[in-house]
């Protein structure tokens, strides 16, 4: 069983930047990739990030491509997003996952956090 717990949300101005934290703990949550997803209201919970236990960061949508840095700390068994330029279309429920991935894809969520309320005020 992997616990997964998100932290750094909160109000931002459209063009700041916010960072997201989350902490994996139990079982074999070294392992997993560890991803971020967010989730406005009304539409389906959408891929942001990953990065694998070995430091390889998959691919990022264009939405965030740019703006968005995801990194991961094995030490503290925390990976991170910092967003950059952020815009009020970013605004969601953000989910930390730990999954699994098929090549550079994300094929599988194991674990989620409980989500982190992220909201950019134009």
């Known amino acids: 069983q992997v616990q997964l717990v998100e932290s750094g949300g909160g109000l931002v101005q459209a063009g700041g930047s916010l960072t997201l934290s989350c902490a994996a703990s139990g079982g074999t949550s070294g392992l997993y990739t560890l991803g971020w997803f967010h989730q406005a209201p009304g539409k389906e919970r959408e891929f942001v990030a990953a990065?694998?236990?070995?430091?390889?960061?998959?691919s990022y949508p264009d939405s965030v491509k740019g703006r968005f840095t995801v990194s991961r700390d094995n030490a503290k068994n925390t990976v991170y997003l910092q967003m950059n330029s952020v815009k009020p279309e970013d605004t969601a429920v953000y989910y930390c996952?730990?999954?699994?991935?098929?090549?550079?894809?994300?094929?599988?969520?194991?674990?989620w956090g409980q989500g982190t309320q992220v909201t950019v005020s134009s």
């Open positions: 996952a730990a999954g699994i991935t098929r090549g550079t894809v994300w094929s599988r969520s194991d674990y």
């Open positions: 990065i694998r236990w070995t430091g390889t960061v998959l």
